[in-house]
């Protein structure tokens, strides 16, 4: 395997682009700009699983781990930051990044007019981030920093017309439901 080709950490890394550029400049760009970073930033991260998802199938190895860096060490204890990509979270990852792109496809109409347009797409692309950074964890420290993002997001999302009481209260119904499961560790 040759590692320039194994990039796995563009994967997640495209939506947090799009969902930072979208939530720092989004308010000064149309809606079709803000709706053309979002659609490219999931579009491109399809792509790049897909040319990971035939990296790994060719390389006929059951896994492929790339680390880059270690997030806590002590004594002959460390925990080290990187994306691990076996068959089952290769297919997770096709898939969110798949049904995430026709998402973000059904969204553009969905909430042409809507207000906070580049709020509704940053939130989206956080989604992806998190549930990305959740399926590829080569670790548990990660997959739980990317099981709570993905709550964040959900409570972003669902609460998304926070001027609605119902919204609101979905929103903090979520958002209690994903922490408490978390508790269940």
């Known amino acids: 395997m040759n590692s320039i080709y194994f990039q796995p950490w563009l994967i997640p890394i495209l939506p947090l682009l799009g969902a930072l550029t979208n939530g720092l400049f989004g308010k000064r760009f149309t809606k079709t700009a803000v709706a053309a970073i979002a659609l490219?930033?999931?579009?491109a991260s399809f792509l790049v699983a897909?040319?990971?998802a035939v990296i790994l199938l060719q390389s006929g190895l059951p896994a492929l781990e790339q680390y880059y860096g270690t997030w806590i060490q002590t004594g002959d204890f460390s925990v080290n930051f990187g994306i691990y990509l076996d068959h089952l979270s290769l297919i997770m990852m096709l898939v969110v990044t798949g049904v995430g792109f026709l998402i973000h496809v059904y969204s553009v109409a969905y909430m042409e007019h809507e207000g906070g347009y580049y709020r509704f797409f940053t939130y989206l692309n956080f989604f992806m981030f998190f549930m990305l950074t959740l399926v590829l964890a080569n670790n548990y420290l990660l997959m739980?920093?990317?099981?709570?993002?993905?709550g964040l997001a959900s409570y972003l999302l669902i609460g998304f017309f926070f001027l609605k009481d119902s919204a609101a209260n979905a929103g903090k119904k979520a958002f209690i439901t994903t922490e408490s499961a978390t508790s269940d560790f």
């Open 40 to 43: 490219t930033a999931t579009a």
């Open 50 to 52: 897909c040319v990971q």
């Open 144 to 150: 739980f920093v990317g099981w709570e993002g993905v």
